[in-house]
Structures are given as C-alpha cells and as structure tokens.
C-alpha cells in the first residue's frame, strides 16, 4: 500500500480517539490496527515509524508500542 494511504487510515483512525480521553484514544488506536488491519499493514506502519516518515499522528506514534506485533515465519 502506498505509505500516503497507510497513515491517512491511521490518522483518520487516532482523529476518531481524540474525542476520548487521552489513555482511551491511545489504548483506541492500537486496538484497532491490531485487531482490524492486516499484518502487512501493520509491519509497514511499523518501518514507516522506524524510518521517521513524516505525517504520522502523534497518537499513533504514542499507540504503536501497543499495536500486536507481526509474527515473522520461523
């Protein structure tokens, strides 16, 4: 997925959070990318983080540590 859309979905998603309080929307946001998007979405959210992309949320950025990591083939 191109790394625009990613964190336009991923920002959209941390807009909705901001309405709950600050512990909620965070728990919110890594909620919902663990449980809805797919594990090649999530390990590209976690390069573009890693890399510094810019443009991701502040609440996202704060979530990721909370987001389920991918499992990798052994």
């Given amino acids: 997925m191109a790394p625009d859309k990613l964190v336009y979905m991923a920002n959209q998603i941390a807009t909705f959070f901001k309405s709950k309080p600050h512990e909620e929307g965070v728990a919110g946001v890594a909620g919902h990318i663990s449980d ?32 389920r990591k991918v499992k990798e083939p052994a």
């Avoid at 797919?38 to 987001?67: C, H, N, S, W």
């Fill in 36 to 67: 809805f998007w797919e594990p090649r979405m999530r390990k590209q959210l976690f390069t573009l983080i890693a890399d510094g992309y810019d443009g991701i949320d502040p609440l996202v950025l704060e979530a990721a540590p909370m987001i």
